[in-house]
């Protein structure tokens, strides 16, 4: 079994900046695209940033510029750093992370509790 555990989210300013940590533990052989996605109250799931397992990164048209996400393989670990936060930034956020728990097999989805962030004057 993999579990994912998120942290860092919180009520901030606009212009203001939080990190977002989603930490991957359990049966691990290694892990594929680790994502971010969020969902604002009456709005649909949307994708905000992709890191492949090389390091490549894609980011949704709102938020590039001012989001960034990384990873540590060695801590099977993906972050969100997000600055300049504005009132549209609000949402719940949660890591998907695609999980081979063996050689040869293919990769499983995970997701995390999910994380608020709240930003507000």
């Known amino acids: 079994q993999v579990q994912l555990v998120e942290s860092g989210g919180g009520l901030v300013q606009p212009g203001g900046s939080l990190r977002l940590s989603c930490a991957a533990s359990?049966?691990?052989?290694?892990?594929?695209?680790m994502k971010w996605y969020r969902q604002a109250p009456g709005k649909e799931r949307e994708l905000v940033a992709t890191?492949?397992?090389?390091?490549?990164?894609n980011y949704a048209d709102s938020v590039k510029g001012r989001f960034t996400i990384s990873r540590d393989n060695a801590k099977d670990t993906v972050y969100l750093q997000m600055d300049n936060l504005k009132f549209e930034d609000t949402a719940v956020y949660h890591c998907?992370?695609?999980?081979?728990?063996?050689?040869?097999?293919?990769?499983?989805?995970?997701w995390g509790q999910g994380t608020q962030v709240a930003v507000s004057s």
């Open positions: 998907n992370v695609e999980v081979v728990i063996a050689r040869r097999t293919p990769h499983r989805d995970y």
């Open positions: 359990g049966s691990i052989f290694s892990i594929n695209d």
């Open positions: 890191i492949t397992s090389g390091g490549r990164t």
